[in-house]
Each structure stands twice: as structure tokens, then as C-alpha cells.
């Protein structure tokens, strides 16, 4: 199932980037707390903040598409000794 969704969670975080001016001006509105930390000008802000979004987006997906995200399978021990059935439960 990740192999379909990762890359649709790319896309996502792409178009993000991409269309942070529009998001901004049709969907959110001008974001407070980002306005605050992130500055206060044209291409500062909001803007920052939705482009920052798309990349941890970005980011999350390639990460999940080859399962390195904390807790996932392959962040078990090799070695570890463990039953086949909680294996099969892992």
C-alpha cells in the first residue's frame, strides 16, 4: 500500500511548495504563529511555512517508501531472537 501512497504524498508536498502563494490566499489565510517566527514581508511567513510543509512531506514519503521511519520493520534488531509469531504480528 505504500508503494501507491508515497509517491502520491510526494506529489502533495511538491504541489505544496509549488503553489504556497495560492493555498495562502484561497484556502488558510495568513498563519499567525508563522507570520510571527518565520518573518514578515512578501516572500516570508505563511508562504515559508507551506513551502517547509511540502518538504517534510517530501521528506516523510521517500522515508516510508523504503520503510526507515522509526518504528517500522526495519527498525527492529537483526538478531534478536523472536517467535515466528510475533513476527507474523510485527
Keep these: 500500500m505504500r508503494f501507491f501512497l508515497s509517491p502520491l ?3 502533495a508536498g511538491i504541489l505544496c511548495m509549488k503553489y504556497s502563494v495560492a493555498i495562502t490566499d484561497q484556502f488558510s489565510g495568513k498563519i499567525d504563529l508563522a507570520e510571527k517566527y518565520l518573518g514578515i514581508g512578501i ?3 505563511t508562504y515559508t511555512w ?3 510543509f511540502g518538504l517534510l ?3 516523510l514519503s521517500v ?3 523504503f520503510n526507515m521511519l522509526p518504528g517500522g520493520t526495519a527498525a527492529t534488531q537483526v538478531g534478536t531472537p523472536t517467535s515466528m509469531v510475533i513476527q ?3
Design 9 to 11: 504524498v510526494f506529489i
Design 43 to 45: 516572500a516570508s511567513g
Design 50 to 52: 507551506w513551502k517547509l
Design 57 to 59: 512531506l517530501c521528506i
Design 63 to 65: 522515508l516510508w517508501l
Design 88 to 90: 507474523m504480528f510485527a
